[in-house]
């Protein structure tokens, strides 16, 4: 009787320590569209031969001459702003990201994230016209949080 009690105790601890994949989202990317207004109508832009990189990360660029009409890149854990450069039309803008962030528990199984809640972008304006910021919190449930609108 003691060995049965003594191996339904091992079995149900064992049991709790079973290692589970994570399935639950723990980075969470700024995503940012391109528009412009072409006759009062709302339309996406493409941005043709895009280049995208962090301050203090020139050698590490995020999107290096590519054709598109989105974007999506993370700000930095360890600090409460991000400057990322967007180069394009042979010209280059600054986005200043300012905000809080905060860590979290996602679960047991993914452990914690940083989530981040911005407050203020900044912008230099050589060919980006103006923005929008669709939700300023982070999360996996928003499919786009800016909108550059570009001349």
């Known amino acids: ?6 191996l339904i105790i091992i ?14 989202p723990t980075k969470f990317p700024v995503n940012t569209g391109f528009y ?3 006759a009062e109508i709302l339309s996406d832009t493409l941005m043709e031969n895009l280049t995208l990189y962090g301050i203090g990360k020139e050698d590490s660029l995020l999107y290096q001459g590519i054709d ?13 702003s991000t400057k990322v450069v967007i180069l394009a039309f042979s010209k280059a803008d600054t986005l200043t990201f300012i905000y809080n962030r ?19 972008i900044q912008t230099t304006s ?3 016209d103006s923005l929008s910021l669709l939700d300023n919190t982070l999360n996996a449930d928003t499919k786009e949080h800016l909108r550059i609108f570009v001349r």
């Open 126 to 128: 050589n060919f980006i």
């Open 36 to 38: 412009n207004y072409n």
């Open 11 to 24: 079995f149900g601890l064992t049991a709790c320590n079973i290692n589970r994949p994570c399935d639950e």
């Open 68 to 80: 598109t009409t989105q974007v999506n890149y993370r700000l930095n854990p360890f600090a409460d």
């Open 102 to 120: 905060h860590l979290e528990l996602v679960s047991p199984e993914c452990s914690f994230a940083m989530f981040f809640d911005i407050h203020t």
């Open 1 to 6: 009787m003691r060995l049965f009690v003594f």
